[in-house]
């Protein structure tokens, strides 16, 4: 098994150039963890929910709604990213995105070919494809 058959390939991602205010709207539409963000069409980063909430300002401390925008408005996203990820290429053996993926504590990992990114493989897809396997091992897999 190979990476392209459990890669997500429809990716949504976010440039270089957005803000933090970008990003937080991005997670805020979505159920997405991960969001890898691009310049041009390379990889240049992976920002997460929580790289997001370690760069903003806390609510709890009397920032307004308004001030709090405004600073995730003019911090770049570059700024909270994780930069230069770590990724994988569509051909490698799914085995060796999961060793990855558990051996580094990774929650995503960029796939990428012919250096633009083309996909994405998460523990969530690695967990799904735990559910095949073990469902098409029968019912005694599943005890």
Request: hydrophobic share 40%.
């Amino acid at each position: 098994m190979l990476v392209r058959d459990f890669m997500t390939t429809d990716v949504t991602t976010l440039q270089d150039t957005d803000s933090l205010l970008d990003a937080r709207m991005v997670f805020v539409r979505s159920s997405f963890r991960h969001i890898p963000v691009l310049h041009g069409r390379q990889i240049v980063g992976i920002v997460t929910e929580h790289d997001i909430r370690q760069h903003s300002p806390s609510l709890l401390t009397g920032v307004v709604q308004e001030e709090y925008n405004r600073v995730l408005e003019t911090t770049p996203i570059t700024r909270a990213m994780t930069k230069e990820p770590v990724s994988v290429t569509p051909e490698q053996p799914v085995f060796e995105a999961a060793q990855l993926l558990y051996s580094r504590r990774f929650g995503c990992l960029p796939v990428v070919e012919d250096g633009e990114l083309v996909g994405i493989v998460t523990t969530s897809d690695m967990l799904r494809l735990l559910v095949q396997i073990i469902h098409s091992r029968g019912p005694a897999a599943r005890a």
